[in-house]
């Protein structure tokens, strides 16, 4: 199974409601957030680390992008929301084994804070891109 079915499949935790990226005030707060807590990582304009897809020295993969070049957009909200609170947790919202270098922020954001985050990344996301993630959270949601 690949990760992002492993993603889809393997979380079960409640899941927010959709996260909105048409809240103005909620992307305004998430891009503030984003750029102090996420952009080191993932860019300025979430572009991700280069090579994203080819393995580090260590094993791990580079950060990846959070335009619609990357794969933020296939996972549902649920996932999307666990991975930046709990960070990659193997056998949850990784493959077992599986190891990263994605930190848990659940200790230094708030929920309401990471769904900003979530919307501001989706704010940027064209209307085709954000119509198939959103076909995607609402399915697990019926789960």
């Given amino acids: 199974m690949g990760i992002a079915a492993f993603w889809y499949f393997a979380v ?3 899941h927010p409601t959709l996260i ?3 809240d103005e005030g909620l992307v305004v707060q998430g891009q503030a957030i984003y750029t102090n807590s996420c952009a080191a990582c993932h860019g300025a304009m979430l572009q991700g680390q280069p090579n994203w897809r080819e393995r580090l020295a260590n094993g791990r993969l580079p950060a990846p992008p959070h335009d619609k070049a990357g794969h933020t957009w296939h996972h549902p909200d649920a996932v999307l929301f666990d991975l930046v609170k709990n960070g990659l947790v193997a056998g949850r919202t990784a493959p077992p084994g599986y190891q990263s270098d994605m930190p ?3 200790s230094m954001l708030t929920d309401e804070q990471i769904v900003a985050v979530l919307a501001y990344i989706k704010s940027t996301w064209p209307s085709d891109v954000l119509r198939m993630q959103k076909e995607v959270t609402e399915q697990q949601q019926r789960q």
């Fill in 12 to 14: 079960r935790a409640p």
């Fill in 20 to 22: 909105d990226p048409t």
């Fill in 104 to 106: 848990a922020f659940g």
